[in-house]
């Protein structure tokens, strides 16, 4: 039996946090207004929603990661030390950080520190010099799992701790988007927008079309099929043994701008592949099903990064999501009768049929995904539920106003 890993999942809302630990994280990472790398998005966290999160985080048994890696400037560190007493006084697990003003902040009051991908960790002296201060680093994207396995392989041997006298850990992104720039240091947005993708504040240049212009003659061509600086998304789960048997201790999940049916997916398919690799009934058919699972949920097609040594990037062909099933947006809840287990929504667009595969989120809720098996309205039990019509059906889970009801619907339909 191999050893079990740590599932680090995104968590861009309280609907995305419930989705993570339904799908079997244990831990999860999140920004909290705008000091994350995630500072336009927007699903962040504010201040005050610190304790909800950690207790939510306590009572399942997952750990909770705030994200304070963006470039500090001297105006942001009055709202550092505060975001910090806070984080620390909510009894946060950790802080991912890689400015060394809150790193050096929040080891001098007492929290752990992890070290952001954004410093571009790539060889075992960087490790041995920033174990000073944090005992779980995130490693460069760009490295290869023998540069990897290096790493891991000298902390063993060279028996590297961090601050709280364990062995340092190593941490890689395992899925999701991949930015053309090395560890996420782009700065087109900067030039373009005067928004910086280091400040949390990327307008996403590289996931658009461009025509060439040739400056001799004026000839313009544009540049067809490819998306030539965006590239697909990262995926390991057909390797994952190989990236457990590197010596990583946790695989992280790229995603706090993404929905909660996204983020329970991807988490769900990664637990269950490391639990299989735990367990010794790992296959590689097995990975290709939980591949084409997560093919379902928002991704731009996948490569396996430059884990496997590959020199160049893959290109994704399209601005947006490739996902195979998309969300319909149907409406919004309404009631929930708790003594008979079912839920009511305002029908506000399509039309709901009975036998409809339907997902539901919200901030309690998670993300759960049913099929209507009955389907009523005010004139009873009906084959279908219009817009401006109430609608109800069995739901296991109390429902809120601020839940939302999606119809999901094949790319192939």
């Known amino acids: 039996m191999k050893r079990k890993v740590e599932i680090m999942a995104p968590a861009g809302g309280f609907d995305s946090l419930l989705a993570a ?25 504010t201040m005050d929603d610190l304790p909800e999160v950690v207790a939510i985080c306590a009572k399942n048994g997952v750990r909770s990661y705030l994200t304070l890696n963006t470039i500090i400037y001297d105006h942001d560190l009055s709202v550092v030390k505060t975001l910090v007493n806070k984080a620390k006084e909510a009894s946060i ?6 400015d060394q003003a809150v790193i050096a902040y929040a080891r001098s009051v007492g929290v752990e520190v992890h070290i952001s991908t954004q410093l571009n960790v790539s060889n075992i002296e960087t490790v041995k010099f920033y174990s000073i201060f944090a005992d779980t680093i995130v490693l460069a994207r760009e490295l290869s799992l023998t540069q990897v ?52 504040a990327c307008v996403q240049n590289c996931r658009r079309t461009y025509t060439v212009i040739d400056n001799e003659e004026g000839h313009e061509m544009r540049i067809e099929n490819e998306y030539i600086m965006s590239s697909k998304d990262l995926c390991t789960i057909d390797f994952l043994d190989e990236v457990i048997d590197a010596g990583v201790a946790v695989l992280k999940i790229e995603g706090r701008g993404k929905g ?18 735990s367990e010794d009934t790992y296959t590689i058919e097995k990975a290709l099903l939980w591949k084409e699972e997560m093919e379902n949920v928002f991704n731009r097609g996948f490569w396996s990064g430059y884990y496997l040594g590959q020199k160049l990037g893959e290109w994704t062909d399209t601005s947006g999501s490739k996902a195979k099933v998309k969300k319909v947006y149907i409406g ?16 506000e667009t399509h039309t709901l049929k009975k036998g409809d595969k339907v997902l539901v989120t919200g901030p309690t809720t998670g993300a759960i995904e049913i099929t209507v098996e009955e389907l009523h309205t005010a004139h ?27 119809k999901l619907v094949s790319e192939a339909e």
């Open 93 to 98: 697990s950790a802080i991912i950080a890689s």
């Open 380 to 406: 009873g039990p009906v084959e279908e539920a219009k817009k401006g019509e109430k609608c109800a059906f069995k739901f296991d889970l109390p429902v809120r106003k601020s839940d939302k009801l999606y």
């Open 260 to 277: 909660p049916d996204y983020v329970k997916t991807v988490t769900r398919c990664y637990r269950a592949a490391a639990d299989a690799i």
């Open 149 to 200: 396995k290096k790493i891991t392989d000298a902390i063993q041997h060279e028996q590297i701790k961090g601050p709280s006298g364990r062995l340092v850990e190593i941490e890689i992104f395992v899925h999701g988007a991949l930015c053309m720039a090395v560890s996420g240091k782009c700065y087109l947005s900067l030039h373009s927008h005067n928004a910086s993708a280091n400040r949390g």
């Open 332 to 347: 919004r809840g309404n009631n929930y009768f708790k003594k008979i287990g079912v839920a009511e929504f305002l029908v």
């Open 21 to 45: 630990i339904q799908g079997g994280a244990n831990s999860v990472y999140f920004g909290v207004d705008q000091l994350n790398m995630r500072a336009r998005a927007t699903m962040n966290f």
